[in-house]
C-alpha cells in the first residue's frame, strides 16, 4: 500500500496569510495526486490534480507543486472561507488520502 | 451538470449487510469510474472501490472480501453492499464520479451508516 503523510496535521493562521502543506508519499507516484477541501458536513471538494492543475472554478490563490514522492498544496492568501480540513489523495496504485490537515483561524 | 443522489439504510446491527445507492443525473455512465469513499466519524477518507458503466470493478484490497459494487445502467445508478458490519465501518458514505486518470469531480450529499447492536 502507498502510504501519504500530511504535515502539518492542525495549522492556525489569520486572513492573508499564505499557506503551505506538504503531502509525502511511501514510494514514488509520478504527479497521481489530488488535493481537496472539505468542509463540516459536507462532501469534499477537488481543488487541484495531476499535482498542479488547478480544477476548473478553482480561486487561482490555490496552487499545487512536486513529483515523486514529496508534493505541496499552497494558499497564497487565506480567505475566510479557506478555514476548512485539506486532504491530499494518490492515484498511482488504487487510492489512498493522507490523514488531513485542519487550517483554522489564529 | 451532473449530480449524485444517494440513500440506504442508515442503522444497521453488527453482521448485517449494509446496501446503498447513487443515482446520476445530467450526465452518462460511460466514459467514467464510479466510486464509493466513506469517513469514519472524526477521521479520514477511505476509498472502497469502483465501477464503470461495463461493470469493471476494483476495490481496496482490505475491504475485498466484504465489498460488491454493481452497475444499473438502464437506471443510472451504482450500488455499494459491505457484508458482516461491524461498529468499524460506522462512517459517513459517499459517492463520487472520477475519470481513469482524473480524481473525483464530483460527490453524492453523503449517508451516515452508523452499526451498533
Known amino acids: 500500500d502507498i502510504q501519504l503523510t500530511q504535515s502539518p496535521s492542525f495549522l492556525s493562521a489569520s486572513v492573508g496569510d499564505r499557506v503551505t502543506i506538504t503531502c509525502r508519499a511511501s514510494q514514488g507516484i509520478s504527479s497521481s495526486v489530488a488535493w481537496y477541501q472539505q468542509k463540516p458536513g459536507t462532501a469534499p471538494k477537488l481543488l487541484i490534480h495531476?499535482?498542479?492543475t488547478l480544477q476548473t472554478g478553482v480561486p487561482s490563490r490555490f496552487s499545487g507543486s512536486g513529483v515523486g514522492t514529496e508534493f505541496t498544496l499552497t494558499i497564497s492568501s487565506l480567505q475566510p472561507e479557506d478555514f476548512a480540513t485539506y486532504y491530499c489523495q494518490q492515484l498511482s496504485v488504487y487510492q489512498t488520502f493522507g490523514q488531513g490537515t485542519k487550517v483554522d483561524i489564529k | 451538470q451532473v449530480q449524485l443522489r444517494q440513500w440506504g439504510a442508515g442503522l444497521l446491527k453488527p453482521s448485517e449487510t449494509l446496501s446503498l445507492s447513487c443515482a446520476v443525473s445530467?450526465?452518462?455512465?460511460?466514459?467514467?469510474?464510479w466510486s464509493w469513499i466513506r469517513q469514519p466519524p472524526g477521521k479520514g477518507l477511505e476509498w472502497i472501490g469502483e465501477?464503470?458503466?461495463?461493470?469493471?470493478?476494483n476495490y481496496i484490497p482490505s475491504l475485498k472480501s466484504r465489498v460488491t459494487i454493481s452497475v444499473a445502467t438502464s437506471k443510472k445508478q451504482f450500488s455499494l453492499k459491505l457484508t458482516s458490519v461491524t461498529a468499524a465501518d460506522t462512517a459517513v458514505y459517499y459517492c463520487?464520479?472520477?475519470?481513469?486518470?482524473?480524481?473525483?469531480?464530483?460527490w453524492g450529499q453523503g449517508t451516515t451508516v452508523t452499526v451498533s447492536s
Open positions: 445530467g450526465g452518462s455512465l460511460s466514459g467514467y469510474y
Open positions: 465501477i464503470n458503466h461495463t461493470g469493471s470493478t
Open positions: 463520487a464520479r472520477k475519470t481513469s486518470t482524473r480524481p473525483m469531480d464530483v
Open positions: 495531476d499535482a498542479s
